[in-house]
């Protein structure tokens, strides 16, 4: 197990690129097993997350290879397992994507109830409720869910009582080669399942209302192998922006898509940062004291939750400003509190609110992720803090940051990675 090694106390110059979404990157993948054929996937991080759900289709008979330059292929025409083990999904919850797809296909799935950070419960309550709607018998057991459909998918009218990112696309991946139509009422919009429509679109699918909380799905009988693109990953845009605005300096995010970060940037401004948009970049620049904001997070477009932490992070290091931040996803996404404490910050938990006292800056010390995005507040803690910041347990950060050490290094960062 690695650790990361951090000198802070120094500001950040230069540009950086930013990789595909991991989020996006995911259910792209679980959706090559609708159709037969060589799919090519471009722009896809190299994640431990990634890496998981390729060695999950390849569990299953798919054929998967992957570049440095980030373009995968799959293969899914001989499919010979449909079974998802926990050896594999323990790790990942996005694992259960493959659900809507193996069904749509196959008729049939056996999956393992997923794992992956603990920062709340995520019950795929949604999924199984909607499958049902549409024709799938379900039997929970060892920990797993057998599912079957008995001939074909049915469309039905399905509502989420929230909007539920990879409930939308599991459903979204069932739908398209359903019998009839499926109209999906408070659908997610965020981008990465716009990027999803957009791939199902061109294998063939017939889905109307992308980017809305509407998604008509009309079944088709099958679908084709197409070459797909990730889209660039918004909440490593907005860590790295945040992580600027900490350390302070002068960067240029390229790659990105600014219109996927519409309140991010709206606080960052509001915090006293001058921020520049491009088409496909942002450029941040930090030369002047901090200002406290209130952040309440929220589905897209709001607040995103998986820059929850970062913000904190920034936040705490205004001088003596106040600031209210409401987490309103997750019931546990506040496990780098106590991380934060112990490099000089001053954040009371309240329920589901922390009550931030700028310090004015940090401390180094020695702390331990507890999950993905916790992590990556450590790490903005520790390029801001006086001294030397040690990072434990950082095999979270490499389920969603591709090259992280390296990206921060050639900006200015000094970074090690280095066995703990």
């Known amino acids: 197990m690695d650790k990361l090694v951090i000198e802070g106390g120094r500001p950040l110059f230069g540009e950086i690129s930013i990789s595909g979404a991991k989020n996006a990157a995911l259910p792209l993948i679980a959706a090559t097993l609708l159709a037969p054929g060589l799919h090519t996937l471009r722009n896809v991080p190299n994640l431990r997350d990634t890496r998981t759900i390729s060695r999950l289709l390849e569990s299953f ?18 499919i010979t397992n449909l079974e998802a083990s926990y050896e594999l999904v323990k790790t990942m919850r996005a694992s259960v994507l493959v659900l809507g797809p193996l069904l749509a296909r196959f008729g049939r799935a056996r999956v393992s109830l997923p794992g992956g950070c603990a920062i ?5 309550d949604f999924h199984l409720q909607a499958l049902q709607k549409m024709g799938v018998r379900l039997e929970l057991a060892a920990g797993y869910v057998d599912a079957v459909v008995d001939g074909t998918l049915q469309g039905a009218p399905i509502f989420f009582d929230i909007p539920s990112v990879t409930g939308t696309e599991n459903i979204l991946m069932a739908a398209v080669l359903a019998k009839g139509t499926t109209i999906i009422k408070n659908a997610a919009r965020e981008p990465e399942v716009g990027n999803l429509v957009e791939m199902l679109q061109a ?13 008509t799905v009309r079944g088709v009988s099958r679908l084709k192998a197409v070459d797909s693109s990730v889209i660039p990953d918004r909440i490593e845009t907005g860590t790295y922006l945040i992580a600027v605005g900490a350390a302070g300096g002068d960067v240029t995010v ?47 477009p709001g607040f995103p939750t998986d820059l929850q ?8 290091m205004t001088d003596g400003g106040l600031s209210v931040i409401h987490e ?37 010390a020695k702390v331990m992720a507890t999950d993905l995005r916790a992590s990556a ?44």
Request: hydrophobic share 40%.
């Open 61 to 78: 008979g798919a054929c998967v290879t992957s570049a440095a330059d980030g373009v995968m292929t799959v293969n899914a025409d001989n």
């Open 328 to 364: 309103t996803i997750f019931e546990n996404r506040f496990m780098h509190v106590a991380e934060l404490l112990r490099l000089g910050a001053n954040i009371r938990v309240d329920g589901r609110s922390a009550i931030v006292k700028g310090t004015g800056g940090f401390t180094g």
């Open 309 to 316: 932490a970062q913000i904190m992070a920034l936040m705490a």
């Open 254 to 300: 390229n790659n990105c898509r600014p219109n996927h970060l519409p309140s991010l940037l709206h606080k960052l401004r509001s915090a006293g940062l001058t921020i520049e948009e491009g088409d496909t970049s942002i450029r941040v620049v930090r030369n002047g004291p901090l200002k406290s904001v209130d952040v309440q997070t929220r589905p897209y």
């Open 120 to 124: 709340g419960a995520r019950p795929i």
């Open 203 to 215: 294998m063939g699918a017939d889905i109307e209302g992308k980017d809305s909380d509407l998604l």
């Open 377 to 420: 507040s450590l790490v903005i803690a520790a390029l801001a803090a006086k001294g030397v910041t040690e990072i434990s347990r950082i095999y979270h950060l490499e389920r969603g940051y591709d090259n992280l050490a390296g990206k921060l290094r050639a900006i200015g960062a000094r970074v090690q990675q280095m066995p703990e």
